[in-house]
């Protein structure tokens, strides 16, 4: 099932999008490790936006990330299907154990799940 769906921004400055989503727009900084920056509110929705410059531990930057409460059984279906494993299912440092796969249209989708 999913849980929830980020979409991601590749950005080579993390603070280009400050006056429009924090200034104009309101939103907290929820996470900020250098390479990455996420925008958002404590509101039930959970909206967020990332600005990243790489996808972590040198990984490109997917084009989409979806939070799932699975991963074993959606990284084993994956796999059944023949969809392409781009990043094998790793625990990340920063807490989340996830996958890069390319979807049927040539996405690169990050699955993922916190620790």
């Given at each position: ?15 280009k ?7 104009i727009l309101?939103?907290d900084v929820l996470?900020?490790?250098g390479w ?10 959970n ?5 990243a410059q790489q996808g972590?531990n040198?990984?490109?930057?997917p084009?989409?990330s979806?939070?799932v409460d699975n991963?074993e ?7 059944k299907?023949?969809f392409?494993?781009v990043y094998?299912i790793?625990?990340?440092?920063w807490g989340?154990r ?14 993922l799940?916190?620790?």
């Amino acid at each position: 099932m999913v849980k929830r769906i980020v979409a991601n921004i590749k950005t080579d400055n993390l603070a280009k999008g400050n006056l429009f989503y924090q200034d104009i727009l309101e939103l907290d900084v929820l996470m900020d490790h250098g390479w990455i920056k996420t925008l958002g509110t404590d509101e039930e929705a959970n909206v967020q936006i990332s600005f990243a410059q790489q996808g972590g531990n040198e990984t490109e930057v997917p084009d989409l990330s979806i939070e799932v409460d699975n991963i074993e059984k959606i990284y084993d279906k994956m796999k059944k299907e023949g969809f392409k494993i781009v990043y094998d299912i790793t625990n990340e440092d920063w807490g989340v154990r996830r996958f890069f796969v390319k979807d049927p249209f040539g996405k690169v989708i990050n699955i993922l799940s916190h620790q």
